[in-house]
């Protein structure tokens, strides 16, 4: 796969520093009573995986032992099977185990992340549609969790609030019409992207009258988004407007929820439903 930006490294540093003040406090109290000489330790997956996370495993031994070595055997990315060794790392041996579990929380959860996207992904291959994410992640790991969907093939949603305009069921209903609140929109924020949530078709027909960046048809049966995707494909408004479906989605559905035609499907499951991956980082 080609390469996935790493964030910034100021996020990265900030979730690190924040993660080892939370486990070390003012010191590693069991680590004090090791010799602090050099050591080696492996870094052991125990479950099939996709894996993501690489940046903050190394940030967090790296701000314990800034000159730790450490050896990937794998790319970010990559598929890997149980029992394999992904990394090795040599350095202070108080510094190791300190940083342990900090390092393995991040690549557990983001592992995990591009784990479930990537069967997702694997789910719709052929159609048309994109797998998007969600604003449902962990607190304070937003950046990283949406990293790790990039990682394992899906597609960003908005990170938050501020960077797009997306008018659901209360706004909508707030301002009377689709069209009301459309114009509000781009009046108020005209250079952000606009999404609009709507209910029914003639709620679709509105926005894409009206123009706006992308629709979400929210909780549409089967047929019902069939029709949708007619509708947003034939003259005059020609397919310009992409469709996005969100709401009960699961694995086992996400097919045939692509073969209709819609051009994303957004899931919170992918960072709200984490299964963390099994590592573990053995000495010697």
């Known amino acids: 796969m080609s390469a996935i930006p790493t ?22 109290a069991t680590a004090a009573l090791v010799n602090d000489g050099p050591d080696r330790a492996h870094l052991l997956c125990k479950e099939t995986c996709v894996i993501a996370g690489r940046p903050w495993f190394d940030a967090c031994h790296r701000a314990l032992d800034p000159e730790v070595r450490i050896d990937w055997h794998c790319a970010e990315g990559d598929a890997i099977h149980p029992g394999t060794v992904v990394a090795t790392l040599t350095g202070r041996r108080r510094a190791l185990v300190s940083a342990e579990r900090a390092s393995l929380n991040f690549l557990q959860t983001l592992s995990g992340t591009a784990t479930v996207t990537a069967r997702y992904v694997a789910a719709v291959h052929g159609t048309r549609a994109r797998i998007l994410d969600t604003r449902k992640t962990l607190p304070g790991l937003r950046v990283a969790q949406k990293y790790a969907v990039r990682v394992g093939g899906g597609d960003n949603h908005r990170i938050g609030l501020f960077d797009a305009v997306m008018l659901k069921e209360n706004h909508i209903r707030a301002f009377g019409s689709v069209a009301s609140a459309i114009a509000r929109a781009r009046a108020l924020h005209p250079d952000l992207p606009l999404i609009v949530e709507v209910e029914t078709l003639d709620q679709l027909r509105d926005a894409l009258t009206c123009g706006c960046t992308r629709i979400l048809i929210d909780d549409f049966d089967a047929p019902t988004r069939r029709e949708a995707v007619r509708m947003a494909s034939s003259t005059p408004f020609d397919g310009r407007i992409p469709l996005e479906v969100s709401g009960g989605v699961d694995l086992d559905g996400v097919r045939a929820i692509a073969e209709d035609g819609v051009d994303c499907i957004s899931i919170g ?9 099994d590592f573990s980082l053995k000495l010697g």
């Open 269 to 277: 499951a992918l960072t709200k439903h984490v299964h963390a991956i």
């Open 7 to 28: 964030p910034p490294a100021d996020t990265i540093a900030r979730d690190v520093a924040s993660a080892l003040a939370e486990d070390l406090g003012p010191g590693d």
